[in-house]
């Protein structure tokens, strides 16, 4: 029995969906050989599928024969990260209220966690503050892990990783605020960059009951946006 229109649509999608995420996040870019290896494909199917990036900009070839993030991909991010920031905005404010501490978006750029967002709590006398804009490397902090354990694993991935997707969230102190706790919980919705919802804190008492929270706030957030 062969596989429906449809069903290979779907997959082919998927498929062009996961190497734009593999190129953005390979800082010097990625062969064909690479992209056939990362997705277990023949290399002519790996070819079509950079091809048809190419074409419509949202990677390039380079002299080098690798293929990079194209200019396309820069507008298509930008949509995507005011869908998620606009769905985001409302769970965030409700979240940051609930635990009286500042909340963040977070999604994967490259090789670095970046916030999209931010919310602190109303009429709360002190707050850790956290910019827009502000970024640390993957892997590094609550939301790095976080981000990554929104992937699917990958072999030889840092035991964190993998703990934070089997119990829902990553929590980790001090790793980019000296002296602040950091919980995050990963969101992982097809056709969209993963993306994590972060809390920082100096109190531990309200990062050590936050986890709960911001895995329901996730859940919210996926269902909306799916």
Not at 57 to 85: E, F, P
């Amino acid at each position: 029995m062969t596989d429906s229109p449809r069903a290979a649509g779907t997959q082919t999608l998927a498929r062009g969906l996961r190497v734009l995420q593999l190129v953005s996040m390979a800082a010097d870019g990625l062969s064909i050989q690479d992209v056939a290896g990362q997705l277990d494909v023949h290399r002519s199917i790996a070819s079509r599928l950079l091809a048809t990036l190419a074409e419509f900009h949202l990677v390039t070839r380079g002299s080098d024969g690798r293929y990079r993030t194209g200019a396309g991909l820069a507008a298509l991010a930008t949509g995507i990260q005011a869908t998620l920031r606009a769905a985001a905005a409302p769970i965030m404010r409700d979240l940051a209220a609930e635990l009286g501490a500042t909340v963040s978006l977070l999604v994967i750029d490259g090789s670095q966690a970046v916030a999209l967002s931010v919310v602190e709590p109303p009429g709360a006398s002190y707050v850790l503050s956290f910019r827009t804009g502000s970024r640390h490397p993957l892997g590094r902090g609550s939301a790095g892990v976080a981000l990554l354990a929104a992937q699917s694993p990958s072999p030889g991935e840092a035991p964190n990783v993998t703990e934070a997707r089997e119990r829902g969230f990553a929590s980790t102190f001090g790793e980019v605020e000296p002296g602040a706790y950091g919980v995050a919980a990963p969101i992982a919705v097809e056709g969209l960059p993963p993306a994590c919802l972060n809390l920082i804190t100096y109190r531990p008492e309200t990062a050590e009951g936050a986890g709960p929270a911001l895995m329901a706030a996730a859940a919210r957030l996926r269902a909306d946006l799916g």
